[in-house]
């Protein structure tokens, strides 16, 4: 059993950055591979990146703005977001899949928190 509790969302003007974390319950954070999601109003749930040991993997829309990374010693996921725009106005959910593949799919995902907001005004 895995709980996740994300953090760090909030409201930043058109350009700006903003990093949110995950912090996950238990001894075994670094045996899953690890995701961020987000929801905008009237959207499906929709894959933002995803993490295994190092690395990442990313959607489209945010390669080259977005980063993910994962603090094992802290039990932590992060994602770093740069360059932002409206259109990542979401909810924004992390999940623990116990998979290594998958992984840009909800589906593949065992355990979600509870999601934190990010509003981009333009």
């Known amino acids: 059993q895995v709980q996740l509790v994300e953090s760090g969302g909030g409201l930043v003007h058109a350009g700006g950055s903003l990093r949110l974390s995950c912090a996950a319950s238990?001894?075994?954070?670094?045996?899953?591979?690890m995701g961020w999601f987000r929801q905008a109003p009237g959207k499906e749930r929709e894959f933002v990146a995803s993490?295994?040991?190092?690395?990442?993997s990313y959607a489209d829309s945010v390669k080259g703005r977005f980063t993910i990374f994962r603090d094992n010693t802290k039990n932590t996921l992060y994602l770093q977001m740069n360059s932002l725009k409206p259109e990542d106005t979401a909810v924004y959910y992390c999940?623990?899949?116990?998979?290594?593949?998958?992984?840009?799919?909800?589906?593949?995902?065992?355990?979600w928190g509870q999601g934190t907001q990010v509003t981009v005004s333009s």
């Open positions: 999940a623990a899949s116990g998979r290594t593949y998958g992984l840009g799919s909800a589906v593949g995902y065992d355990y």
């Open positions: 238990g001894r075994t954070f670094s045996s899953y591979a």
């Open positions: 993490i295994r040991w190092s690395g990442g």
